[in-house]
C-alpha cells in the first residue's frame, strides 16, 4: 500500500457507493482488482475504495488512479489529471455516467487518452488529457489561448511519449 491509512480492502467495510462501483469496476477490469486497496473517510469508521496502478511504461507521471472521493463520488486520475463520474459523464444519458466514467479508465489502458503537459510559458507543468480519437485535440491544445505551443505527451504504455510542437505536426495529419 502506498499511505499508512490505506490497507487491504474488505468489501464489507467500504461505502455502498464504493461497494457498487468496485462491483462495475472489477466486472469489466478483473486485472485491476489485485490494485485495490481502502482508505478511511475523515471523521469516521467509513472506507472508501482506491485503486492505484502504476503505468506499464514505470514513468510515475502516467500512474492510474480510481478511487470514490468521500465515499460517494467515482473518480480517475491519469497522472497530474483527474476528473469525477459527475463531471466526465456529465453530458450521458440518465444512467450512463458509470459507463462513461469507465470508458474512460479502458481509453487510457490502451492509450487512447494522453496526459498533455505544457512546456513552457505561463501554463508550465499544468497537464489535461487528450482523447487521440479526436484528429484536432493535439493542434487545438497547442494553440489554444494559454498554449505555450510546446506539450510532453504521457500515454500509459509509454509508447506514445514524445515533447510536440506545432513544427512537429504534419500538415493535414491528426497528432
Known amino acids: 500500500m502506498d499511505s499508512p491509512e490505506m490497507v487491504e480492502l474488505?468489501?464489507?467495510?467500504?461505502?455502498?457507493e464504493s461497494r457498487r462501483f468496485a462491483a462495475d469496476l472489477f466486472a469489466r477490469f478483473p486485472e485491476?482488482?489485485?490494485?485495490?486497496?481502502?482508505?478511511?473517510?475523515p471523521g469516521?469508521?467509513?472506507?472508501?475504495?482506491?485503486?492505484?496502478?502504476?503505468a506499464?511504461?514505470?514513468d510515475p507521471r502516467s500512474e492510474l488512479v480510481v478511487w470514490v472521493d468521500g465515499g460517494d463520488d467515482p473518480s480517475v486520475g491519469f497522472g497530474?489529471?483527474?476528473?469525477h463520474e459527475n463531471v466526465w459523464g456529465a453530458s450521458s444519458e440518465d444512467g450512463a455516467e458509470r459507463e462513461t466514467l469507465l470508458d474512460l479508465v479502458a481509453g487510457i489502458l490502451a492509450d487512447r487518452f494522453v496526459i498533455c503537459?505544457?512546456?513552457?510559458?505561463?501554463?508550465?507543468?499544468?497537464?489535461t488529457i487528450l482523447d487521440l480519437l479526436e484528429p484536432d485535440a493535439l493542434l487545438d491544445e497547442l494553440t489554444g489561448k494559454h498554449s505555450p505551443g510546446r506539450a510532453r505527451l504521457h500515454s500509459w504504455s509509454?509508447?506514445?511519449d514524445r515533447e510536440v510542437g506545432l513544427e512537429d505536426l504534419e500538415p493535414n495529419e491528426p497528432a
Open 56 to 58: 506499464p511504461s514505470g
Open 10 to 16: 474488505d468489501e464489507t467495510r467500504i461505502t455502498s
Open 80 to 83: 497530474g489529471w483527474h476528473t
Open 44 to 54: 469516521g469508521d467509513h472506507w472508501t475504495l482506491v485503486v492505484k496502478v502504476s
Open 158 to 160: 509509454g509508447r506514445l
Open 32 to 41: 485491476l482488482r489485485r490494485h485495490a486497496a481502502m482508505e478511511p473517510l
Open 117 to 127: 503537459e505544457d512546456v513552457g510559458g505561463v501554463g508550465n507543468g499544468s497537464v
